[in-house]
């Protein structure tokens, strides 16, 4: 079992080598993009507060040096008020204001840390072991093809199967027949040899749940 999976992971290890000298050097950033999320939301989003935040600065100083009163808040009470927190302002607004910044601060925190990958898998070019194009597929049609090799291995209908793919696991949950066991052993046989047959990276583990009561067959 170990065996399998140490070379199962070897392979997938070695699966964007094979896609970068079959394809090109530029592939690898192709995959990548195509694989993972983009930032562009939070960085515009960033960009324009900081441009908004700039620019009433620019604003109220302009005011203030021809002599005009502030269109807002004067820029020296401003700091003078911050300087001064906590007083004048009542706990509860502080506290939910200081809550609200913290939030924000994490969305754009772990925006910048986390991977941010897409619900999407590498396809091995031409399964494992193979030469081709690289293949980047949904999700949602993994699950599909899973769900089909699934649902003949028990034997049971498309409503009583349904497969959760995600980076590093496949579920599937399957809904027997009453009268007719389901064999777990078989299922996983089944899905976890499409999946060798994908050749995906990440390559996700397979976890079989069998409801342990059944539906009344047609």
Request: glycine letters at 10%; hydrophobic letters at 50%.
């Amino acid at each position: 079992m170990n065996g399998t999976r140490q070379g199962s992971s070897a392979e997938v290890s070695s699966l964007r080598t094979r896609v970068r000298n079959a394809n090109g050097p530029d592939m690898e950033r192709i995959l990548r993009r195509e694989t993972h999320s983009t930032r562009a939301v939070v960085a515009t989003v960033a960009a324009v507060v900081v441009m908004v935040l700039a620019a009433y600065g620019l604003l109220e100083a302009a005011v203030h040096a021809i002599g005009e009163p502030p269109w807002l808040i004067d820029p020296q009470v401003a700091a003078q008020r911050i300087v001064a927190l906590p007083e004048g302002v009542p706990p509860l607004l502080l506290g939910a204001i200081g809550a609200v910044l913290a939030m924000v601060g994490l969305v754009f925190f772990l925006n910048g840390v986390l991977p941010g990958r897409r619900a999407r898998h590498l396809l091995a070019p031409g399964g494992r072991g193979g030469a081709g194009p690289a293949v980047v597929v949904d999700d949602e049609v993994i699950a599909s093809s899973l769900a089909r090799r699934a649902r003949l291995a028990a034997n049971v209908t498309p409503e009583q199967v349904m497969v959760v793919v995600s980076q590093r696991q496949v579920v599937v949950n399957v809904r027997p027949t009453s009268g007719v066991p389901v064999q777990e052993e078989s299922v996983l046989a089944a899905v976890q040899d499409e999946l060798n047959g994908m050749g995906l990276d990440p390559s996700p583990e397979v976890r079989i749940n069998v409801a342990p009561s059944g539906v009344i067959g047609a």
